[in-house]
């Protein structure tokens, strides 16, 4: 059953339907939210406020365009007022987050790799989430959801509401920033 029959046995009723649709899009709507909170428990509420606000808006979808699409848009939104009001809580889980990554990273030492190249690894980690997150948050997001590797160009459009060509510069444009940081910090490589 595709989507849009989904849409329409939710619409009459049919609550089952749209816990399909909830089943079949939760991992994209929590990672639209997670590309704009870098918390995994806040992305995680705003996931649910998504669909509990597409739940209750099913009326107005008019399908001009996939319902995941109207759903992606509906989490950003959702993502981007809860991130308005958390601005000082984001930042202590910014920098819980580069901890556990950091613990992550040497809790698995790869059976390759060197205890010197491992640090170098972990140091690096660490460059590359500074330089993303010193990115405003339009470039952050873009640049994140374009590398899920979940959305097509089309879709982030939707989700950001901007013009395909505006996204595709918005990520050209992060990922040339971030890589001048790391050339600037000493890293030739980065390509």
Request: aromatic share 8%.
């Amino acid at each position: 059953m595709d989507d849009a029959d989904l849409v329409a046995r939710a619409r009459s009723g049919d609550s089952a339907a749209f816990g399909t649709l909830v089943d079949r899009h939760r991992g994209a709507v929590y990672r639209a939210a997670l590309a704009v909170l870098r918390s995994h428990a806040d992305a995680e509420d705003a996931a649910q406020d998504a669909f509990v606000a597409a739940y209750r808006h099913l009326d107005r979808f008019r399908g001009e365009s996939a319902f995941r699409t109207w759903l992606l848009t509906i989490a950003w939104r959702e993502a981007i007022n809860r991130r308005r009001g958390l601005t000082a809580i984001w930042k202590r889980f910014v920098e819980r987050a580069d901890g556990n990554a950091d613990e992550q990273m040497a809790a698995a030492p790869s059976a390759d790799r060197t205890p010197e190249q491992l640090a170098g690894d972990r140091e690096l980690h660490r460059h590359v989430r500074r330089a993303i997150e010193a990115l405003t948050p339009t470039l952050r997001g873009t640049l994140l959801l374009a590398q899920s590797g979940d959305y097509t160009y089309e879709e982030i459009g939707a989700i950001v509401g901007a013009p395909v060509g505006t996204v595709k510069w918005r990520v050209a444009e992060a990922r040339r920033i971030v890589k001048r940081q790391l050339r600037e910090r000493g890293y030739a490589d980065v390509g």
